[in-house]
């Protein structure tokens, strides 16, 4: 007996020593856990970088990157390039690049610290507005997590977690955050403690990125929109699933979201009353839904089941994403705006990206608006911090032609107005009674002929060419451009037909190039070249 319990006593110690061991090694030995870095950039050129092996101050967000002979550094032109990772989509604003700081000859501190296998690092710029935490953040998180884990985003789940190196709290969208990862978020203004990391990720992808807040041009559409119907299903299919928002089958709704403190349907009975008689997008039930950031999953369960949405411009409007296919939105825009340059809703429908039908009614009657109060923050579109000329110039305008971002009063002051909507409202919903089937777009847009198969014989005084169709466009329509050069003498035609005979007098030598274009997007193939062949006889 007494054995037996030396033998569990001798091998608990050589357990003990052994941990021991390699906890010495992790906080002494420099060239164990050494610093790497590995970056790539995206279709915009922004970079995102995966660090190995680095620590973390969460209170101030610095990442110290341990850097000795054994690091690896990749994608990298300089030194300069560690202060130029961008932790947020937004583009133009140099509030958000990482701070790494590089120290010398050293590996990670793993004694004492908080070891993360893997994580995701992103800067939020406004996490209490919804419009920015989906367009800014999530949208983003799709994009950057797909490319990680392959389009398995519930491996990414599983496997990363979050951190937020911005100087806010969670937030009132916390929740939708949440669906990102398994395990609780990291936010930078709770921590103190330095972490250390296995994997750090910065950086987000921007390929989803639409609208540009104007920072360094007017606010306005992307200047190139990469945006692909993909990633709205995507995230609407994560949202449903990961916040088990539920489904109603067969429920043919519309509701009109309304403000309560600014922005207001100053008449919203009467229109509540007109879309009922007028049934826009042939929808006979109709509700009405105040916003808020208090009621917002409730909105968000509305607008996954809502076959309509009617509601002035605004962050809430960013929901209509998650509707159904071929539904119906309506964006209000008050007087002396454009949808062109404030809505983030109509470059979607412009662009062919969302599963909705877009139409906006803008308010171009001044006398049904209501400026905000004289008294309003200035943010909310007040002017009483401005002087009386100012004040007199702003309320003067017609349009606003262009913003930038941030604290444009004119276009603030015209932003909160209070609308009334006239019986020109009637004469839109008229025009959506008509229903049109949106189809994705995905195949439209990528699918392209493959190459095509062929040969060219030439005989004593004809050349005969002959190709296949490409097996991968199925009973879609195909032409074929086809390129002859024959001896120093060059030809080009288009047909339908699978074969060319064309006579000649004498060819000592002959090319071809044949690329087949599909009709329904006028994509074309790549070229397939081959060298003709005389035939005796």
């Known amino acids: 007996m007494v054995t037996y319990i030396q033998s569990i006593l001798v091998g608990f110690v050589f357990m003990l020593a052994g941990y021991l061991l390699k906890s010495l090694m992790d906080i002494g030995g420099d060239n164990e856990r050494p610093s790497s870095i590995w970056c790539v950039r995206d279709i915009r050129g922004n970079k995102r970088c995966q660090l190995k092996n680095v620590c973390l101050n969460m209170s101030t967000g610095e990442i110290f990157f341990y850097l000795n002979n054994a690091s690896s550094l990749f994608g990298l032109e300089t030194h300069y390039d560690f202060h130029t990772i961008q932790l947020s989509s937004v583009q133009n604003h140099r509030l ?161 979201l309304y403000r309560t403190q600014s922005r207001k349907i100053l008449n919203i009975a009467k229109v509540l009353e007109i879309v009922k008689d007028v049934k826009p997008g042939n929808i006979e039930t109709w509700e009405s839904l105040p916003v808020s950031q208090e009621n917002s999953k409730e909105l968000l369960i509305k607008c996954v089941n809502a076959n309509a949405v009617i509601g002035v411009h605004g962050a809430e409007m960013i929901f209509p994403l998650l509707m159904p296919q071929n539904s119906l939105v309506i964006e209000i825009i008050p007087f002396g705006l454009h949808p062109d340059l404030i809505s983030f809703l109509k470059p979607l429908a412009d662009y062919n990206v969302s599963a909705f039908r877009y139409f906006s009614w803008t308010n171009d009657n001044r006398h049904l608006s209501i400026p905000p109060p004289y008294d309003s923050h200035y943010l909310q579109g007040g002017l009483g911090h401005l002087s009386e000329e100012e004040q007199k110039r702003i309320k003067s305008l017609k349009k606003i032609k262009e913003v930038f971002c941030c604290q444009d009063p004119a276009f603030l002051y015209f932003m909160y107005q209070d609308t009334v909507i006239d019986h020109r409202f009637i004469d839109l919903l008229q025009t959506t009674k008509s229903t049109v089937d949106i189809q994705e777009i995905t195949i439209k847009q990528w699918l392209h002929p493959k190459k095509v198969d062929g040969s060219c014989n030439i005989f004593c005084d004809y050349l005969r060419i002959t190709w296949t169709t490409p097996s991968n466009v199925g009973e879609l329509d195909v032409l074929y451009n086809v390129t002859l050069q024959l001896d120093d003498a060059v030809y080009e035609y288009t047909t339908g037909d699978n074969k060319l005979i064309i006579t000649h007098s004498h060819v000592t030598s002959a090319f071809v190039w044949i690329s087949a274009v599909l009709q329904v997007n006028q994509r074309p193939g790549p070229d397939s070249f081959f060298k003709c062949h005389r035939v005796n006889g």
């Open 96 to 256: 958000f690049y990482a701070n790494v700081s590089l120290i010398n000859n050293k590996s990670m501190p793993t004694y004492g610290n908080k070891v993360i296998d893997k994580a995701i690092a992103l800067a939020r710029l406004k996490p209490d507005n919804v419009m920015h935490v989906v367009h800014d953040d999530l949208l983003p998180l799709i994009g950057t997590m797909s490319h990680l884990c392959g389009g398995q985003l519930e491996n990414c789940y599983q496997r990363y977690h979050l951190l937020f190196l911005d100087d806010h709290d969670l937030g009132p969208y916390g929740y939708m955050y949440e669906t990102f990862s398994d395990y609780p978020i990291f936010v930078k203004s709770s921590m103190t403690k330095l972490i250390c990391f296995k994997e750090l990720n910065l950086g987000v992808d921007l390929e989803s990125i639409w609208y540009d807040y104007g920072f360094a041009r007017p606010r306005g559409p992307a200047k190139k929109i990469y945006m692909q119907a993909p990633f709205i299903r995507t995230f609407k299919q994560h949202m449903i699933k990961r916040l088990r928002l539920p489904l109603i089958d067969n429920n043919r709704t519309g509701i009109i």
